[in-house]
């Protein structure tokens, strides 16, 4: 944009300009023509005076100490002065008129001088083209340059309204870009054209009005989850009240399972936004399939876990990683028969390795890939990962979690077919940006 205005400036001074400046040059032009002929006129008619009053040595002295080339045709056809044809021109002022006329190479000036001896007489005074636009091209280049510096001017003059315009709008353009980073606190100080001061102040009003959005919703799911405890408390007690030990037991451990899983949502609902998220995947996921591996010998599930070297620092919390292969596992175990095996597979990547539509500059340094196949039927729907899509009768937001929680930090979730035919969940998780 800044270019475009300068061009735009540069542009309608350079044509001002030259609606001023070609006709002031052809002025200039036929100024100093209109002088050199009236400066040879004049000197025609001194020359025309002498004419028939001296002899003719002394007219010849008198032509020869003009500044222009002058020559008298006298009436007896004698020629004094400057040798030059009898031309047409000539042969007219003879008759008794004087005239200016184009000869080639310049113009003649003649004029007749009636009452010599003999006749009438012509006084011929020859301008050549040096002689009428003497000073003129000088006089254009300065035109010029005063043009061009003008046209220089009005391009620093452009670029400078044009910074003025344009830096405010550049820095809308980065808070902007920050507040779609997640970068909540980003605000722009108003600057500029008035329009671009009121763009400003709405985005800062905008900004202001997103973060007072995101503490309310924040606030809401964790005051939705703490009400939760009530019928978990009621739950644990009806727990404790049962006759068989074991049972009683074995409820309480699930009861202890959900409410750490409350906590932890109003604890994320509280802490999302406020600090950076960051966990080593290896960890997480290791700790993950460990707690599954029970169920799984339950059913008579044989896997299999190929976990990358640790620490793998990727940009997720553990609490979202963790609800994030649970979501993941725990479709295997709900949509697939008792005895399907599964594998988990986590590996670091190389820059060169991210995925070519989540590539950007801040997800370009690596990160994992996390897999999870098992040996089932495959997905029923065409396309699970949507909200709400599930096909075997759940509320289809396990993939959703795991969709969310990668794109959050900038990574993907990709779905394909295991090698044994069942389904196949890849999902890419950045690693950490400074």
Avoid: K, Y
């Amino acid at each position: 944009m800044r270019r475009w205005l300068t061009l735009l400036v540069a542009a309608t001074t350079s044509l001002v300009l030259i609606a001023l400046l070609v006709p002031l040059a052809l002025l200039v032009r036929t100024v100093a023509v209109s002088g050199a002929v009236s400066e040879a006129e004049s000197e025609a008619e001194s020359v025309a005076v002498v004419v028939g009053a001296v002899d003719t040595e002394t007219l010849r002295l008198t032509a020869e100490q003009a500044e222009h080339p002058v020559t008298v045709f006298l009436p007896g056809g004698e020629v004094v002065g400057d040798p030059a044809p009898r031309s047409t021109a000539v042969e007219l002022a003879s008759r008794g008129r004087s005239v200016t006329a184009a000869a080639p190479g310049g113009r003649e000036i003649l004029v007749a001088v009636q009452g010599a001896a003999g006749g009438t007489a012509v006084v011929r005074v020859f301008l050549d083209d040096g002689r009428l636009t003497r000073g003129v091209p000088q006089v254009w280049a300065g035109l010029a340059a005063l043009g061009l510096a003008l046209v220089g001017l009005g391009v620093l003059v452009g670029d400078l309204l044009a910074r003025m315009v344009i830096r405010p709008i550049t820095a809308l353009a980065g808070v902007s870009h920050r507040l779609a980073a997640g970068d909540l606190s980003a605000r722009t100080v108003p600057d500029g054209p008035p329009e671009v001061h009121a763009v400003g102040v709405a985005l800062n009003h905008l900004a202001e009005r997103i973060t007072g959005l995101l503490a309310e919703e924040r606030e809401s799911a964790a005051d939705l989850s703490h009400r939760l405890r009530t019928p978990l408390t009621g739950l644990r007690l009806e727990a404790e009240s049962l006759s068989d030990p074991e049972e009683s037991v074995r409820i309480e451990a699930r009861v202890d399972a959900l409410e750490r899983a409350v906590t932890s949502v109003i604890t994320e609902a509280r802490r999302r936004g406020r600090e950076r998220a960051e966990c080593d995947a290896a960890a997480v996921t290791g700790a993950r399939v460990a707690f599954w591996s029970v169920l799984a010998e339950d059913q008579s599930r044989h896997f299999t876990l190929d976990l990358a070297p640790g620490p793998l620092p990727v940009g997720v919390a553990a609490d979202d990683l963790a609800a994030c292969v649970d979501a993941l596992l725990g479709n295997v175990f709900a949509h697939t028969p008792e005895g399907v095996s599964f594998s988990v597979r986590l590996e670091a990547t190389r820059p060169e390795a991210v995925p070519p539509e989540t590539a950007r500059p801040e997800t370009t340094g690596g990160g994992a890939l996390l897999t999870v196949a098992d040996a089932g039927p495959g997905f029923a729907t065409p396309d699970p990962s949507q909200r709400g899509e599930s096909g075997a009768g759940s509320t289809g937001l396990g993939l959703d979690i795991a969709r969310r929680t990668a794109e959050s930090a900038g990574g993907s979730l990709s779905l394909g077919t295991s090698p044994e035919g069942g389904a196949s969940v890849i999902l890419f998780l950045p690693a950490v940006t400074p």
